[in-house]
């Protein structure tokens, strides 16, 4: 079975704090896909990122960075010098080969609520 | 950029109603999908669609809800009775560009928010 845990319910900074985004799954799948996706108050979801299971490096977008740890099994979401844009659910989510890619299983999500 | 579409944004429903949301895909993408998110929850899968007929579906897809493809463009997502609990954000994503690399990333509409009286 696949499993994505957010810990993290909500977290309040305020702006220009760096702030890090937890995310651990689980999946028995050796090929699988993790992803970050935002929801911000208007309730679309918006992708963010896509990261192989054969791909560690860690990656940075501008002031978004992801670190991927196979070894403790989490894909962690940092944002630096958060601003009040930010606030949002931020959710992960897994897909993995045993299902064709076809279904994302998506954590709970984190609401980040960024004060001026 | 190409988006996914939905319509409604909105919609409210009686209790025992059938109503039908629609996704407008982006063009070439292969792979269709629904999800539903009741308020404050997390998004959870429904089903995935493929060269016309229905490849992955999740236990909450039951014999109430229905997917089409009616034409070369629109995504249909039907709930034949629609109960209290079927309130929620649907979310309609769509994958997979055509003659391509693989791409595993789903691509979402703004979302279809049912409200069932």
């Known amino acids: 079975a696949q499993k994505v845990t957010q810990a993290q319910t909500e977290i309040s900074v305020v702006e220009k704090e760096d702030v890090t985004l937890d995310c651990v799954y689980e999946?028995?799948?050796?090929?699988?896909?993790l992803f970050w996706y935002k929801q911000p108050p208007s309730g679309e979801l918006v992708f963010l990122i896509r990261?192989?299971?054969?791909?560690?490096q860690n990656e940075i977008s501008g002031r978004y960075s992801w670190n991927f740890q196979k070894s403790t099994s989490s894909f962690n979401f940092t944002i630096t010098a958060s601003q009040v844009v930010d606030s949002a659910v931020y959710f992960c989510?897994?897909?993995?080969?045993?299902?064709?890619?076809?279904?994302?299983?998506f954590g709970t999500g984190t609401r980040l609520l960024v004060s001026p | 950029e190409p988006e996914v579409t939905q319509t409604p944004s909105h919609q409210v429903t009686q209790m025992g109603q059938e109503v039908i949301l629609r996704c407008v895909p982006i063009s070439n993408h292969l792979y269709f999908y629904w999800y539903r998110q009741i308020l404050g929850q997390k998004v959870e899968f429904l089903v995935s669609f493929y060269n016309n007929e229905i490849s992955e579906k999740s236990e909450i897809f039951d014999d109430q809800f229905s997917v089409e493809r009616p034409d070369g463009s629109n995504f249909t997502l039907k709930i034949r009775s629609t109960k209290l609990e079927d309130s929620a954000m649907y979310f309609c994503?769509?994958?997979?560009?055509?003659?391509?690399?693989?791409?595993?990333?789903?691509?979402f509409g703004p979302g279809t928010r049912l409200l069932v009286l």
């Open positions: 989510a897994l897909s993995g080969l045993n299902t064709g890619f076809q279904k994302l299983v």
């Open positions: 990261r192989n299971s054969f791909d560690e």
């Open positions: 999946t028995r799948d050796t090929t699988y896909y």
């Open positions: 994503a769509s994958g997979r560009l055509a003659g391509g690399p693989q791409q595993e990333t789903q691509y």
